[in-house]
Each structure stands twice: as structure tokens, then as C-alpha cells.
């Protein structure tokens, strides 16, 4: 068999499994500087989202992502989604947090949570932010942290454990949804997204004992070793 012949089927099955080996990398941050990085709407009319080349977070000259829905199907709703590097295995990347800067450029707040699928088809199951974040109409950039663990997100439909999901994450999306759900909510507005950023948020430490709380702690103990040298010495004494 010639050479050619016997490489091509493994070089194809490499490049057609390459979306399954993708991970997030720890720190990666999306900034959209002239592209949209892979990041979709699956719209029909229009061309997805538009990627602003001035006007974000730090003003001029920073450019950012912008979604703008009708109301009317599947380009009227507030959601983006993204199939390439920000898939795969989170677990392994220490990816447990995501962050990111937000613009309401409508005229009514927006309830901004993050979607993890199972699978990219539509409908398919998957986790959602449990608490929306709250982006106030009010022109400005807000940011955002979302957390990846069993206490910030909730299943939507049948979706494997977490743990399993965020071994293999298919499609990770941000969208806007009043309730708990994968789809965003119809509704005519526009939102500015940027510095999309993977970390990892260390769990909150318990807290030091306080000097009052230690106080105590040392007098409740003379007490009982005072109490209990009493009582020693009165079953000593002779009758």
C-alpha cells in the first residue's frame, strides 16, 4: 500500500477527533479583538454576534461582543454559546469559575446566567446558573463571576452528574433567563459581553476564631479544671 494510503486514515481520524480532545485552559480569556473566538448565536436572519471594535470596559479602543436579540425565534433571544474552547474536560483544567464583563445596552435589566450542555444539540440537558446575575440598564460595565459547582448550578432536563458534565462540557453558553433554563428568554435588547476569562476560585477558608470567642473558650476551661480539683479534693477528705 502506497504511503500516502496508509497514513490518510489516521491523519483524518485525528483531525476529526481533534473538538473531543479541547479543554479550556486556566486563565484563557476571550477579549474578542476582531473576532468572535468561535462564540455563535445559531440565528437565522442575522449574522450572530457582532464584535465591536471600541467602547468597552476600558473605553476606547476596546472592543468587545455583542448580542442583540428581536424577540421572533431564534434570533430573539439574548444567548451565545461556544463549541470550541470552551468544551471539554473543566475538571482536569482546574477550570472552576468563570468571569466576565457586562454592558445592558437596552432599556429594562437583564438576568444573565451561564449554561453547561451535555451535547450541542438543541434540547439536550445540562446545568445552569442557580442566581441569575442582575445587569442594571444603567449604561455601564458591571463584572460578573460565575461558579462551576454542585451549590451554583442546577440540572436542566435529564443531565448526567455534574462531576460527569464538567468531564465532558459539549457547549458552554451565556444567556439571558429570568428562570432556570438553557434557552434564553425572547425579548428585544442587546448585551455587551467581554473578557471572558477561565479561573479557578479557591474555596472560602473557615474563618479564625474571634479574640472574644477564644477568651471564652480559655475561662469555660479553668472553670471545669477548677471544678474538677474541687471535687478531687472532696472525695479525698476522710470521713
Same mark, same amino acid.
Given at each position: 500500500?502506497?504511503?500516502?494510503?496508509?497514513?490518510?486514515?489516521?491523519?483524518g481520524l485525528?483531525?476529526?477527533?481533534?473538538?473531543?480532545?479541547?479543554?479550556?485552559i486556566?486563565?484563557?480569556?476571550?477579549?474578542? #479583538?476582531?473576532?468572535?473566538?468561535?462564540? +455563535?448565536?445559531? @440565528?437565522? &436572519?442575522?449574522? $450572530?454576534? =457582532?464584535?465591536?471594535?471600541?467602547?468597552?470596559?476600558?473605553?476606547?479602543?476596546?472592543?468587545?461582543?455583542?448580542?442583540?436579540?428581536?424577540?421572533?425565534?431564534?434570533?430573539?433571544?439574548?444567548?451565545?454559546?461556544?463549541?470550541?474552547?470552551?468544551?471539554?474536560?473543566?475538571?482536569?483544567a482546574?477550570?472552576?469559575?468563570?468571569?466576565?464583563?457586562?454592558?445592558?445596552?437596552?432599556?429594562s435589566?437583564? #438576568?444573565?446566567?451561564?449554561?453547561?450542555? +451535555?451535547?450541542? @444539540?438543541? &434540547?439536550?440537558? $445540562?446545568? =445552569?446558573s442557580?442566581?441569575p446575575?442582575?445587569?442594571?440598564?444603567?449604561?455601564?460595565?458591571?463584572?460578573?463571576?460565575?461558579?462551576?459547582?454542585?451549590?451554583?448550578?442546577?440540572a436542566?432536563?435529564?443531565?448526567?452528574?455534574?462531576?460527569?458534565?464538567?468531564?465532558?462540557?459539549?457547549?458552554?453558553?451565556?444567556?439571558?433567563?429570568?428562570?432556570l433554563?438553557?434557552?434564553?428568554?425572547?425579548?428585544?435588547?442587546?448585551?455587551?459581553?467581554?473578557?471572558?476569562?477561565?479561573?479557578?476560585?479557591?474555596?472560602?477558608? =473557615?474563618?479564625?476564631?474571634?479574640?472574644?470567642?477564644?477568651?471564652?473558650?480559655?475561662?469555660?476551661?479553668?472553670l471545669?479544671?477548677?471544678?474538677?480539683?474541687?471535687?478531687?479534693?472532696?472525695?479525698?477528705?476522710p470521713?
Open positions: 500500500m502506497h504511503l500516502f494510503s496508509r497514513l490518510a486514515l489516521p491523519i485525528l483531525f476529526l477527533s481533534v473538538d473531543s480532545w479541547a479543554n479550556p486556566l486563565g484563557q480569556i476571550d477579549t474578542f #479583538s476582531g473576532s468572535a473566538l468561535g462564540w +455563535s448565536t445559531g @440565528a437565522r &436572519g442575522n449574522a $450572530g454576534p =457582532a464584535v465591536i471594535s471600541t467602547g468597552g470596559p476600558t473605553g476606547a479602543g476596546d472592543s468587545f461582543l455583542q448580542l442583540s436579540s428581536d424577540a421572533a425565534g431564534a434570533d430573539g433571544r439574548l444567548t451565545v454559546f461556544n463549541r470550541q474552547q470552551w468544551i471539554g474536560n473543566f475538571l482536569a482546574g477550570v472552576n469559575a468563570v468571569e466576565l464583563d457586562l454592558k445592558d445596552f437596552g432599556s435589566p437583564l #438576568s444573565v446566567r451561564v449554561g453547561l450542555k +451535555s451535547a450541542a @444539540a438543541q &434540547g439536550a440537558p $445540562g446545568y =445552569a442557580n442566581t446575575f442582575t445587569l442594571a440598564a444603567d449604561g455601564q460595565w458591571h463584572h460578573a463571576v460565575f461558579l462551576l459547582d454542585q451549590a451554583d448550578l442546577t436542566v432536563g435529564s443531565a448526567p452528574a455534574l462531576g460527569t458534565l464538567l468531564g465532558n462540557v459539549a457547549e458552554f453558553r451565556i444567556l439571558n433567563a429570568a428562570t433554563r438553557l434557552n434564553g428568554d425572547d425579548l428585544v435588547g442587546q448585551l455587551g459581553i467581554d473578557n471572558i476569562k477561565a479561573d479557578a476560585v479557591s474555596p472560602t477558608a =473557615a474563618p479564625e476564631p474571634s479574640a472574644g470567642l477564644l477568651w471564652a473558650l480559655g475561662a469555660s476551661l479553668l471545669w479544671v477548677s471544678g474538677m480539683r474541687s471535687r478531687r479534693r472532696r472525695l479525698r477528705k470521713l
